[in-house]
């Protein structure tokens, strides 16, 4: 819609095998959109290439892990007067194409927040046996908490209005982010939907999540949720 200013939020850490293809299809899918990618200061080139793949760019001094890159990303989108933030990751498995489902429904449904979700139609996932258990199991722990279900807890494909973006800014969970942000919007009693969206192979390099690191994102995150939980409770019987 005339007026509106949108922006495309990148969080990236040694991402140099991709970042420059990823901007370059987000712009070519896209057209003159903004896009930053927030640089956790990272050890090879990715800063250096995404700017010249002609994002605007944001290098933190020190490695903050993906929630505090994202969190600076919406602050800055905030405090700039965007109305709507998208963010999607630096690997390309992300399709820029479904990046207009998701603002359809920011602006037709009446949430804060639309996730892009890879478990509404059927195809590749690219994903290990645990971390399809661990989103699994945060489906039946979360169903109750939001008061309805969702299907991809987990995915870093997320469009947020201003509303969310201004709770964000202030406010965001540091560590594996998604799971906990949702309990966050719940407290708000904002709401969210999700709407299908396509994945693909990362274009280079490889996850750093290992086995390992899967289960302790489990446990890590349930203890967010229980804290998040705990602060809803407290604050509703005040």
């Known amino acids: ?17 991709s970042i420059g293809t990823v901007v370059r299809e987000v712009r070519e899918v896209l057209g003159p959109v903004d896009i930053l990618v927030v640089d956790d200061s ?44 998208v963010r999607l990751d630096g690997d390309g498995q992300m399709d820029p194409r479904d990046v207009p489902r998701l603002l359809a429904a920011l602006r037709s449904e009446g949430v804060q927040m639309v996730i892009g979700s890879r478990y509404m139609e059927k195809g590749s996932l690219y994903t290990s046996w645990i971390r399809e258990m661990g989103i699994r199991f ?11 279900s969702v299907r991809d807890p987990t995915s870093g494909f997320v469009g947020v209005n201003r509303e969310a973006l201004q709770v964000f800014s202030r406010s965001f969970p540091l560590e594996y982010p998604e799971i906990e942000a949702l309990v966050v919007l719940r ?20 996850s750093t999540i290992t086995p390992a690191k899967s289960l302790y994102y489990i446990v890590h995150v349930l203890l967010g949720v229980l804290v998040n939980i705990l602060k809803f409770e407290r604050h509703r019987w005040r």
């Open 42 to 85: 990272s050890e090879d080139q990715t800063a250096l290439l995404a700017r010249a793949a002609g994002a605007m760019l944001v290098s933190v001094p020190h490695h903050l892990g993906l929630g505090g890159v994202v969190q600076a990303g919406y602050r800055l989108a905030y405090e700039y007067g965007y109305d709507y933030v």
């Open 1 to 17: 819609m005339t007026g509106e200013r949108i922006l495309i939020l990148i969080p990236a850490y040694n991402e140099e095998g």
């Open 138 to 148: 945060f489906r039946v722990i979360l169903r109750p908490i939001l008061g309805k």
């Open 187 to 206: 407290r708000k009693a904002f709401r969210f939907a999700e709407v299908p969206c396509r994945v693909r192979p990362r274009k280079a390099g490889r």
